[in-house]
């Protein structure tokens, strides 16, 4: 077994610098939003809250989410508990590994902490405990913390239990621990009484094959009286058997009253209880639906802080009671399900906020209706493809969010209306056919395949059926869909391996099962433990992964759940069991991606997965020989277990990974990586693909929605050849003109919706430099052949760097006007013409030259003769606002010195001709003169404004404007000729002056 | 002497990665006399009564003149000509002013203490001079790679809730970086990164002549100056808009 890392191989090595300011743009969706798995609010002011995402990271708004911004993107994006300390809501304590234990959970790296209010943050470690489900802060102490630490879900690990820290997390103590496999699930502290906490303990665990609350039996609900030194385990009224997931909470206003949500195997005693001796004695309240469902997914409470008899309770629809328990009333059914908190202001019980699956919603009448914040762009892709269509657009399917698609660029920002759901449930691969372009190819879990048919909006249930040589289907969760780039073979995969070439209307099978078939981990219809948990999200021994070859049809790669990694390089006549014999490879370690090259048919690149048994060590592995030999790519730098890979089409050395914890790209054929982290957070990246035509990657993220890398093309050509040379211009693309759409602003919807970027639609110049440039000068000039068109700012960054390059002239000179839409008239100069231009970056005493070139857009609607009809008569108004500007500055220079000669009558024709040039006054609004000034700016504006043939009525006004212009220029010649007659008899120190046409314009 | 050569060469490089080790990294204090004298030494510093910086300010691709005045008394004055209209925010160490006639301020207004909270934090002598009498406090911070260089953080803070973090290049000890929240109410919370670089002489002094601004890490504004004056002469009240 190969083992290749840079250090042995040659000096040079990815880092991060490299890839310089290259940005990655994340476009959303925010439309259906994400899991939000917990939510802290500032109780001194309720418009400051911080909103935890299940895989999203920490969202922090200050203005009631009107505007809600990422604060913790450099940490582990999976959120399991945000506390405000009460004596100084700026300190904030972040635990990082979600509670909500489904099959898809990520991981946290410990506890971190903020004093400034969440703009910088602390690791105060922690750090293998995996999941935080609770962080309760001391009243009066910032300093006083108490962790609930789930811990490792897929092995056992004794980080979990309750962990105190008495000096804000500098050292933690364990005081609350039972056994290896129960963790804390909950935490209640009683502000009245800070040394009275409750802790739900809970036993369990999962496997890749089936979930298990309950466990070892250890699970209960403890109380401390004295800040953790001793607990006592509750039991009385609660039931006497084994217990599973438990929820608590104290009332904030009565530490009398505690309510538990307490799971057990038997649905006379699974539900809510009461306690109203503060946690001496229980009874039940109620054994309803919401009571009951999914404890290991729903097990949030809230008690209203100012009244002690309003509770609520998180389920697949939350519930209240408003009568300590006695009746409870169902959220509305307008409102996401899946709820995983719920928060109640304690200045008014009425405004609520809860946190779902699909985001966060507010209420102002105790939960009878909700409004969403349309925000929030925590969407939790499991996959993502492209189509052809221009601009391209973005496929995927969503954790419990169905599958939809939405464009890579739009007028004004890709907002939430442009997205459109294909297929309901949890979504997971989507794809649009190429030539049958209204057909969209979307799942829902456990294998319920559809075809969505875009000019009905109807799916039809295309999935293939077993037969007599089958055996029953088994799907995985996230069934794998493949279509081969030419939409001519659709791939579908339960154990067996599916190919349809009618569009899924019938199916060949083309394979046995591909899997181990170990009919001892096919126990999904028994999962679950204590709560059957029936979902098709521990079904295993399935396919999971799907490739063919993009150069060999024949060629089909298949990886499973179990670890069986099958090659048939003939279509499916034959397989091959062809995983790596690696004993540092575990056994069974789920085939998460296969990116068969697209250089070479025998050459593929496989990440493996072995998270589910508690190892998160990234596997990467590369075949250059159909299977038969494999080389692991590592790195120190790469951390997360590894869930997708691509080899670029273009530059076979240039390398992209997807972990759990983020985007890693590799320069030298995977030799040596770095995080790539423009844009791109420390989030799961399930899934990538590259656009053809346009060179983008897109990624498919667990939590972010998707986000777009756009310059493939840089990194394309930052090699290990061009280090070391100073500075290194890449080679540019040819620039089109942007003719795009002014359109997509003024709807004026007010603010909280989200705007996903466009890409950067500028000229641009990129070099590499090897080191920053910190003194002396650094700029760029554009040159079009001699004449020096413009001086811009360069980057300064090691690494790559990009300057856009304005493709305009310098404005014009404009006359001074208190006109507003005059002002802006000439706020951007004509178009620079189409063609090649030099390129000049000074950097200290060295120059560096390189060219670009600018260019119509072959498919823009205005051809080249009428961008040229714009461009002429734009520039002869470019002249005429620059001569304007220059007479009104002779006659305002004159104007000055003829007043204070005492020469009235000069003044007054000085004076008068001013006013004819520009208005002055007036309130910028609806009080604005137009003089011949702003005649001539305005009429700039809106030809410039336009990039094809302007009007034949702009042609004609423009003739007249100069008519007027030459008319005013022979006035103001007769007041020179005056001015000159007045200089005759002036001494020298007298004479009016006033600068010529020259130096006025070359003046800044 | 080739052979001298390569080895000092050798020497300067094996230096400059030790100076990368936390645990060698030099104190704070250290960091602040080593930067003070890197840019022209505390008396010369000292002798700096006002300056005034010229130039050029990008936003969103387009360019606008831009003044930057400042003084003793931690007094600013920012001065922008948008087609001919001006847009000019001042402090005079008590009160911040603006005029900005395009969005409807036509004359001066005072601003509140709350609107004028990110101008009046911006102390006018450095405050890695006379630090402790004044009031600073130097916390050192993990240095982090800035722009692909290595730097070491310097956190600054003081008991009015000033806190900015400056990371200074470990080879030549300027500041490449600063961090801050700011703290008007338009942006309040939001992270302000200022990129330094184009550090040039200017009488006996190193000037960053180049910065760039980020809010959120999204590039708001980037000026270049091309004319800085070292005790320009003010008119009186200048920093006060009337």
Avoid at chain 1, 205 to 230: A, I, M, Q, V, W
Avoid at chain 1, 318 to 344: K, M, Q
Avoid at chain 1, 676 to 681: A, E, L, S, T, Y
């Amino acid at each position: 077994m190969a083992v290749v890392t840079a250090v042995q191989a040659q000096e040079f090595s990815t880092t991060t610098a490299l890839f310089g300011d290259l940005q990655a743009r994340q476009i959303g969706p925010a439309t259906m939003s994400g899991r939000v798995s917990c939510l802290a609010v500032d109780p001194t002011d309720a418009n400051t809250v911080y909103v935890g995402a299940g895989g999203g990271g920490v969202w922090r708004t200050t203005d009631g989410g009107s505007s809600i911004q990422p604060v913790f993107d450099d940490y582990s994006q999976s959120i399991g508990a945000i506390a405000l300390a009460p004596s100084n809501p700026k300190v904030v304590y972040v635990g990082t590994g979600e509670p909500w234990v489904r099959n898809s959970v990520s991981v946290g790296t410990g506890v971190y902490r903020s004093t400034d209010g969440g703009n910088r943050w602390q690791s105060l470690g922690l750090d293998s405990t995996e999941r935080i489900s609770g962080i309760v802060v001391h009243p009066e102490d910032e300093n006083v913390v108490y962790v609930a630490a789930l811990g490792p879900l897929w092995s056992d690990g004794s980080q979990r239990g309750v962990f105190k820290t008495t000096d804000g997390g500098q050292t933690w103590q364990r005081v609350l621990y039972l056994d290896e496999s129960t963790g804390a699930a909950s935490i209640s502290m009683d502000p009245e009484r800070p040394d009275v906490l409750f802790v739900g303990m809970w036993s369990h665990r999962r496997t890749p094959y089936g979930f298990d609350s309950g466990y070892k039996g250890s699970s209960g609900l403890f109380r401390t009286t004295d800040g953790g030194e001793n607990w006592d385990k509750l039991t009385k009224g609660l039931p006497d058997e084994t217990l599973g997931r438990i929820g608590v909470a104290v009332a904030p206003s009565n530490g009398e009253i505690v309510y538990a949500a307490v799971e057990t195997g038997t649905k006379e005693t699974k539900g809510m209880y009461r306690s109203a001796d503060g946690g001496e004695s229980w009874s039940m309240i109620d054994k309803s639906f919401n009571s009951q469902v999914r404890p290991f997914y729903f097990a949030s409470l809230a008690v209203d802080p100012s009244n002690d008899s309003i509770v609520a309770k998180c389920g697949l629809t939350a519930i209240i009671s408003e009568t300590a328990g006695r009746l409870w009333r169902d959220f509305p059914n307008h409102v996401h399900s899946d709820y995983h908190a719920i928060w109640f202001d304690p200045a008014d019980g009425k405004h609520m906020l809860v946190g779902t699956d699909g985001g966060v919603y507010e209420s102002h009448d105790r939960g009878r209706s909700f409004r969403m914040w349309n925000n929030l762009p925590i969407s939790q892709f499991y996959h993502v493809s492209v189509d052809n269509a221009k601009p391209y657009r973005v496929y995927g399917g969503l954790q419990d969010n169905g599958s939809w698609y939405g464009p890579s660029q739009s007028a004004g920002g890709i907002t939430n209306a442009d997205w459109l759901v294909t297929y309901g449930g949890d979504g997971f691969y989507s794809f649009r056919h190429p030539t049958k372009p209204h057909f969209v190819f979307s799942e829902a879990q456990g294998g319920a395949l559809g075809r969505w048919d875009e000019r009905t909006g109807r799916s039809k249930s295309i999935a293939p059926y077993r037969d007599a040589a089958t055996d029953k289907l088994r799907y995985n969760w996230n069934a794998p869909i493949h279509l081969s780039a030419d939409g001519e073979r659709l791939y579908f995969a339960s154990q067996y391996l599916y190919r349809s070439a009618d569009e899924g209307d019938s199916w060949q099978r083309i394979s046995p099962d591909l899997t181990t078939n170990d009919t001892a981990y096919q126990k999904q219809y028994q999962s679950g433990g204590l709560s059957i948990d029936n979902s098709g999200a521990e079904n295993y021994t399935t396919i999971y992964t799907v490739a063919e070859s993009p150069l060999e049809a024949e060629t089909i790669w298949v990886g499973t759940d179990d670890g069986n990694l099958q090659l048939s390089r003939d279509g499916g006549e034959n397989w091959e069991l062809v995983t790596p014999d690696d004993s540092d490879l575990p056994r069974g370690a789920w085939i998460t991606f296969v990116d068969p090259s697209p250089h070479d048919p025998a050459t593929a690149l496989v990440t493996f997965d072995a998270h589910r048994t508690g190892d998160q060590t990234p596997y990467l592995y590369r075949t250059t020989d159909a299977g038969q030999s494999w080389t692991r790519l590592m790195d120190e730098a790469i951390t997360g277990y590894a869930l997708s890979v691509r080899q670029d089409p273009v530059n076979p050395d240039l390398l992209y990974l997807g972990t759990e914890f983020g985007l890693y790209i590799s320069l030298d054929g995977g030799l040596s990586w770095a995080p790539f982290r423009n844009g791109v957070p420390m989030v799961g990246i399930r899934d990538m693909v590259i656009h053809p035509r346009e060179a983008d990657l897109v990624l498919a993220t667990h939590g972010r929605g998707s986000i777009i890398l756009d310059d493939l093309e840089a990194l394309r050509q930052l090699t290990p050849d061009i280090m070391g040379n100073g500075i290194t211009f890449l080679r540019p693309d040819t620039t089109y003109f942007y003719d795009g759409s002014g359109g997509g602003a003024g709807r004026l919807s007010g603010s909280g919706h989200f705007f996903g970027p466009n890409p950067s639609q500028d000229a641009r110049i990129l070099y590499y430099a090897d080191k920053r440039h910190t003194f002396g000068k650094m700029y760029v000039e554009v040159y079009r052949d001699t004449q020096l068109i413009r001086t811009l700012q360069a980057g300064k960054s090691a690494g790559l760097n990009s300057v856009s390059l304005p493709i305009t002239l310098e404005k014009p000179k404009s006359p001074p006007t208190d006109n507003n839409s005059a002002r802006y008239g000439t706020m951007e100069g004509p178009s620079i013409q189409a063609g090649t231009y030099r390129v000049v970056l000074t950097k200290g005493k060295d120059t560096y030259e390189t060219t670009f070139t600018v260019a119509p857009h072959p498919e823009s609607p205005y051809p080249a003769a009428d961008r040229e009809a714009q461009r002429e008569l734009l520039l002869r108004l470019y002249d005429d606002v620059e001569q304007v500007a220059y007479l009104h500055e002779v006659l305002k220079r004159v104007a000055v010195q003829a007043d204070t000669l005492g020469a009235a009558e000069l003044l007054d024709r000085a004076r008068t001709l001013q006013a004819e040039l520009v208005f002055s006054g007036g309130d910028g609004y609806v009080n604005e003169g137009e003089q011949l000034g702003e005649s001539v700016t305005q009429l700039y504006g809106a030809v410039s404004n336009f990039p094809g043939r302007p009007s034949a009525s702009q042609v004609a006004e423009a003739e007249r404007l100069r008519g007027e212009v030459a008319g005013v220029e022979g006035e103001v010649g007769e007041l020179l000729e005056a001015v000159r007659v007045l200089n005759e008899g002036l001494s020298a120190e007298q004479r009016i002056v006033y600068p010529d046409k020259e130096s006025f314009l070359s003046a800044k | 002497m080739k052979h001298f050569a390569s080895l000092f060469l050798l020497l300067f490089v094996s230096t400059a990665l030790l100076a990368q080790d936390a645990a060698t990294a030099p104190s704070p204090q250290e960091i602040a006399d080593a930067y003070v004298e890197a840019t022209g030494g505390k008396d010369a510093w000292l002798a700096v009564k006002s300056t005034k910086m010229e130039g050029a300010a990008t936003m969103q691709g387009m360019e606008f003149p831009l003044t930057v005045t400042a003084a003793e008394g931690n007094k600013l004055r920012i001065d922008m000509d948008i087609q001919g209209s001006p847009m000019t925010q001042s402090y005079n160490g008590t009160t911040g002013y603006i005029l900005f006639p395009m969005q409807g301020i036509t004359e001066p207004k005072e601003m509140s203490a709350e609107e004028s909270a990110d101008l009046a934090d911006t102390p006018f002598l450095t405050e890695f001079i006379d630090t402790e009498a004044r009031g600073y406090t130097l916390t050192a911070v993990e240095g982090k790679e800035v722009e692909g260089t290595s730097t070491y953080g310097v956190q600054v803070t003081n008991a009015d809730g000033y806190d900015r973090t400056y990371y200074f290049d470990t080879e030549t000890m300027v500041p490449l970086m600063t961090v801050q929240a700011s703290k008007s109410p338009q942006a309040q919370g939001m992270v302000m990164e200022g990129y330094m670089s184009d550090y040039q002489e200017v009488e006996g002094l190193m000037v960053p002549m180049y910065i760039e601004n980020k809010a959120n890490g999204q590039t708001i504004m980037k000026m270049t100056f091309t004319n800085v004056s070292i005790n320009p002469e003010l008119e009186e009240d200048f920093f006060t808009l009337k």
